[in-house]
């Protein structure tokens, strides 16, 4: 089936740690995000890329990366400089025009 | 800037139709109003989008006004199954990108 693929669903950062998350998509589209969620609140925009090797910045950058290499994946590092990364982590895709955007189904990080 | 404003929370009861309002009064000629839905922990799930016309799949209907400055989700017989909450959504075509709305938590009761 067609869909898009997160891993790890739980995952433990230390302290100076960097940490990536999966995201890998089969529905051949060419826009992916990263969103981010806290309990209770709704999601927030990480970074998003509408073609390969390309991507922007979206309202809460500060402290992540990301790269776009395959048009399949699009990984997010939380780096040590991301101060509160305890959060749920959404990775979406879309195709063009008024396709809708599909999700998956998330991986929560905490801190050890 | 917010995009769309939802009201934080409704309930209805279990059967009746549940009618969720979006207010997204700065949209322009090529925005799209999608419609999400997350239970607990969980992806969002598509539900339907529009952009001028009103809109119905096996889910929902969605009623746009004639000035696109407002929309309204309907679920015509709600279940308990539809608990969850409810995201309007504005899509900027030309860059692509989704601006999210606070949500409405929907509780259906029996």
């Known amino acids: 089936d067609g869909g898009i693929t997160q891993s790890p669903k739980y995952l433990f950062r230390k302290e100076g740690q960097n940490v990536t998350l999966s995201c890998e998509q089969n529905l051949n589209h060419d826009a992916m995000y990263w969103y981010r969620q806290d309990p209770g609140q709704g999601l927030r925009l990480i970074y998003y890329s509408q073609i390969v090797n390309d991507f922007q910045k979206g309202d809460i950058a500060e402290g992540y990366s990301v790269s776009r290499e395959k048009k399949e994946s699009f990984p997010l590092t939380v780096t040590s400089a991301q101060k509160n990364p305890t959060a749920f982590y959404l990775c979406a895709s879309s195709g063009r025009l008024s396709q809708p955007q599909h999700f998956g189904d998330g991986t929560r990080l905490s801190i050890l | 800037d917010a995009k769309t404003t939802q009201p934080p929370s409704m309930d209805c009861a279990e059967g009746r139709a549940a009618n969720l309002p979006c207010n997204h009064s700065?949209?322009?000629?090529?925005?799209?109003v999608y419609w999400y839905r997350q239970i607990h922990s969980q992806g969002p799930q598509y539900i339907i989008h529009g952009l001028k016309n009103n809109e119905t799949n096996e889910m929902a209907s969605l009623i746009i006004t004639e000035d696109r400055k407002s929309s309204t989700l309907i679920l015509p017989h709600a279940t308990l199954r539809d608990t969850a909450v409810y995201y309007c959504?504005?899509?900027?075509?030309?860059?692509?990108?989704?601006?999210f709305g606070s949500g409405t938590k929907l509780n259906v009761k029996p």
């Open positions: 700065t949209i322009s000629g090529n925005e799209y």
């Open positions: 959504i504005v899509r900027v075509v030309d860059f692509n990108k989704f601006y």
